[in-house]
């Protein structure tokens, strides 16, 4: 099982700017994980993921704000938040879409002034 750490989260101030980093274990190449977080006292949603080359999915809390990339030259994946507000707070994972891969501690994303 191909296990997901995260990093990158912190406190940032609204309308901040952040970059979360997802490595993997072992090799996932070509797929793409997809990008989850959670906030207190909520279920984990699903924010972010490829669906096919060129086609990504994001949820409407989030699409124009965030987007996924990859290095070019290694399995490392970012996800990349900007204009974030309060309610982005959460702790941000990563992982296979269809979760089958083990999941990390998160990253934790605090958006306060």
């Known amino acids: 099982q191909v296990q997901f750490e995260e990093s990158g989260g912190g406190l940032v101030q609204p309308g901040g700017s952040l970059t979360l980093t997802c490595v993997p274990s072992g090799s996932i190449d070509p797929q793409w994980p997809a990008w989850w977080r959670q906030a207190a006292g909520k279920e984990r949603e699903l924010i972010a993921r490829?669906?096919?080359?060129?086609?990504?999915y994001y949820s409407e809390s989030v699409k124009g704000r965030f987007i996924m990339s990859k290095d070019a030259a290694k399995d490392i994946w970012y996800l990349k938040l900007w204009r974030l507000t309060p309610e982005d707070t959460a702790v941000y994972y990563c992982?296979?879409?269809?979760?089958?891969?083990?999941w990390g501690q998160g990253t934790q994303v605090t958006v306060s002034s």
């Open positions: 992982n296979m879409f269809d979760q089958s891969g083990g």
């Open positions: 490829a669906v096919r080359p060129g086609l990504s």
